[in-house]
């Protein structure tokens, strides 16, 4: 069948067929490219910073971004065409995926400022307890020296 034996409302809703399709395409690509459940929750490493690098590793959200981003673009083109006979389904969606994406860059975020706080409040600590065993080595001494004068006098 030749393109010219189409109306225009055939081809208006072939194209809106397309576009809903293509949102939806988007769409699944957004929430293929999540982390998955599994990468943020069994992370392994040796220490305290190897879980959060990973952890950090596991909340990018890759390609979910741009793939949101073009399903909002060909929804909002859908939207304002009038080509959707039904599209809440599709708003929906998008704003569950967009929320979703929030929510991981904020836990991004929070793992990052955690990785590159540990290392400080580590050294912080490590030097406190060097402080804390010196001085105890100091104040122990003291108090046997103390402890010998005390002896010393009780002699006499």
């Known amino acids: 069948m030749s393109q010219a034996t189409f109306d225009s409302d055939d081809l208006f809703g072939e194209a809106a067929s397309e576009i809903r399709g293509d949102v939806e395409d988007h769409l699944d690509s957004a929430r293929g490219s999540l ?24 909340l990018d959200v890759g390609d ?46 929070k793992v990052s400022d955690l990785t590159s706080t540990i290392p400080g409040l580590r050294s912080a600590l490590d030097e406190a307890q060097s402080a804390a065993d010196g001085s105890d080595d100091a104040n122990g001494a003291d108090a046997e020296d103390d402890g010998d004068e005390e002896a010393e006098g009780d002699e006499e």
Not at 47 to 55: A, D, E, K, S
Not at 71 to 94: C, N, P, Q, S, V
């Open 35 to 58: 982390p998955a459940p599994e990468a943020i929750w069994a992370v392994e490493a040796e220490n305290t910073l190897g879980v959060l690098n990973g952890l950090s590793q596991a």
């Open 64 to 109: 979910a971004e741009d793939h949101l981003r073009d399903a909002k673009k060909w929804y909002t083109m859908g939207e304002r065409a009038d080509a959707f006979d039904d599209a809440e389904d599709l708003r929906e969606e998008i704003e569950s995926i967009e929320g979703i994406i929030e929510d991981v860059d904020v836990a991004h975020g």
